[in-house]
Nanobody, 115 residues
Framework: QVQLVESGGGLVQAGGSLRLSCAASERSFSINSMGWYRQAPGKQRELVAIITSDASTNYADSVKGRFTISRDGAKHTLDLQMNSLKTEDTAVYYC?????????WGQGTQVNVSS
């Protein structure tokens, strides 16, 4: 069973930056894709950014130009650099991993952006 551990959440003022990280507990598997999702109170979980095995990336329109997803394939780690944060970015952020044998979620890390 693969475990994903996120870190880097916290409280930041609007306009500030945070960097989220996600580490997989094991490395003995191939990765189809990794990504970040978020869920704000009272809202559905939504895709923030995703990166595939060939390093292709895709972002939600709401974060394009502000967030950058990156991955270390050898270490099976995933980062999300978040700049120019807005109050509407407040949410629990989840790391997501897709392998040929299944998909996995992290436990989530809280990001709070104050005005």
């Amino acid at each position: 069973q693969v475990q994903l551990v996120e870190s880097g959440g916290g409280l930041v003022q609007a306009g500030g930056s945070l960097r989220l990280s996600c580490a997989a507990s094991e490395r003995s598997f191939s990765i189809n894709s990794m990504g970040w999702y978020r869920q704000a109170p009272g809202k559905q979980r939504e895709l923030v950014a995703i990166i595939t095995s060939d390093a292709s990336t895709n972002y939600a329109d709401s974060v394009k130009g502000r967030f950058t997803i990156s991955r270390d394939g050898a270490k099976h780690t995933l980062d999300l650099q978040m700049n120019s944060l807005k109050t509407e970015d407040t949410a629990v952020y989840y790391c997501y991993l897709v392998t040929p044998w299944g998909s996995y979620w992290g436990q989530g890390t809280q990001v709070n952006v104050s005005s």
